[in-house]
């Protein structure tokens, strides 16, 4: 039986390791040629290796699966769009971006230094921008020529930018501005036959070895909720044909949970008619905080 994604092209980003890697065993598993993209960095962004998107590429087509590796800087403007061009070249087309590449550089907010947010910012929200920048070209592109795409991306944020983590300014920062990048696409895209959603995962990689640490050994036998493989299913269905009226969601995904996350929306409110005095607004508000939701916990708080 023909896989889910059969002959679908799928470019993913951080696909050397963790999650990305999963995603990318899992979409040729499924049928799909793959990108591999993975610059090959350390857990806080340092030094690079194409070792990574090599070992990935090779696991692909020992398993009889099509695969290239690319090792462009998906916060670098032209590698971003090398990465497109990489996809165009070597199968010809485009139909799902998985935007997944990060790193951390975890600090309290007194003591981060420009540096480390500005490293994490670009390398998150920019690395997300940049590689959806040029794909949304390409279709924009295609639909103008009369050849509708049915195409899709799926962007990574993570519980930290729904609900925020202690010690981890800069990544929620750009974490909760990868959701909100997300609608934004998925208002923008669709006239181009585009859907854009957003997972939050949790999983045991690199990245979550402190944050998960009571949780990341894995049982003897049995469910792994931890393993990074638990994500991809979702990640999949989400760049497959059959998910063609879901769009401008995040889906919270860990072990055999998945779930979809509501974020702002308008609550209870007020309205004088006229400009408040300041005085007046003191039993306005409590009465406001009364009736919402109580807001979510920090993690870590």
């Given at each position: 039986?023909?896989?889910?994604?059969?002959?679908?092209v799928?470019?993913v980003?951080?696909a050397g390791?963790?999650?990305?890697?999963a995603?990318?065993?899992?979409?040729?598993?499924?049928?799909?040629?793959?990108?591999v993209?993975?610059?090959?960095v350390?857990?806080?962004?340092?030094g690079?290796s194409?070792?990574?998107?090599?070992?990935?590429?090779a696991?692909?087509?020992?398993?009889?699966?099509?695969?290239?590796?690319n090792?462009?800087?998906?916060?670098?403007?032209?590698?971003?769009?090398?990465?497109i061009t990489?996809?165009?070249?070597?199968?010809?087309?485009?139909d799902?971006?998985?935007?997944?590449?990060g790193?951390?550089?975890d600090?309290?907010?007194?003591?981060?230094?420009?540096?480390?947010?500005?490293?994490v910012?670009?390398?998150h929200l920019?690395g997300?921008f940049?590689?959806?920048?040029?794909a949304a070209?390409?279709?924009?592109a295609?639909?103008?020529?009369?050849?509708?795409p049915d195409?899709?991306?799926?962007?990574?944020?993570?519980g930290?930018?729904?609900?925020?983590?202690?010690?981890q300014?800069?990544?929620?920062?750009?974490?909760?501005?990868?959701?909100?990048l997300?609608?934004v696409?998925a208002?923008?895209f669709a006239?181009?036959?585009?859907?854009?959603n957003?997972?939050a995962?949790a999983?045991?990689?690199?990245?979550?070895?402190?944050?998960f640490?009571?949780?990341m050994a894995?049982?003897?036998g049995?469910?792994?909720a931890?393993?990074?493989?638990?994500?991809?299913p979702?990640?999949?269905?989400?760049?497959?044909?059959?998910?063609a009226?879901?769009?401008?969601?995040v889906?919270?995904?860990?072990g055999?949970?998945?779930s979809?996350a509501e974020?702002w929306?308008?609550?209870p409110?007020?309205?004088k008619?006229?400009?408040?005095?300041?005085?007046?607004l003191?039993?306005?508000?409590?009465q406001l905080?009364a009736?919402?939701?109580?807001p979510?916990?920090?993690?870590?708080?």
């Open positions: 039986m023909a896989g889910i994604v059969e002959g679908r799928v470019v980003t951080g390791r963790g999650i990305g890697r995603h990318a065993l899992t979409f040729a598993s499924e049928g799909a040629k793959v990108v993209n993975d610059i090959g350390s857990l806080d962004g340092e690079n194409a070792g990574p998107a090599q070992q990935v590429v696991e692909i087509e020992a398993l009889g699966g099509e695969a290239v590796a090792t462009d800087d998906v916060a670098d403007w032209a590698g971003a769009e090398a990465l990489t996809a165009l070249d070597a199968f010809g087309r485009l799902v971006l998985v935007n997944n590449a790193f951390l550089r600090r309290m907010l007194v003591n981060l230094s420009e540096q480390e947010w500005d490293a910012i670009r390398v920019k997300h940049a590689p959806m920048r040029h070209a390409y279709w924009r295609e639909s103008k020529a009369g050849r509708q195409a899709r991306v799926i962007n990574t944020s993570s930290a930018g729904l609900l925020g983590s202690v010690g300014g800069n990544y929620t920062a750009a974490k909760g501005g990868i959701t909100s997300t609608v696409a208002a923008e006239r181009y036959g585009v859907t854009v957003a997972i995962p999983a045991r990689t690199r990245m979550t070895e402190q944050a640490a009571e949780d894995a049982p003897d049995g469910f792994d931890m393993a990074p493989e638990n994500v991809s979702l990640v999949v269905w989400l760049g497959s044909a059959e998910s009226g879901v769009t401008g969601r889906f919270e995904a860990d055999g949970r998945i979809i974020g929306r308008h609550g409110e007020r309205d008619g006229a400009r408040w005095h300041p005085g007046e003191g039993d306005v508000v409590k905080v009736e919402a939701a109580e979510e916990p920090v993690y870590g708080a």
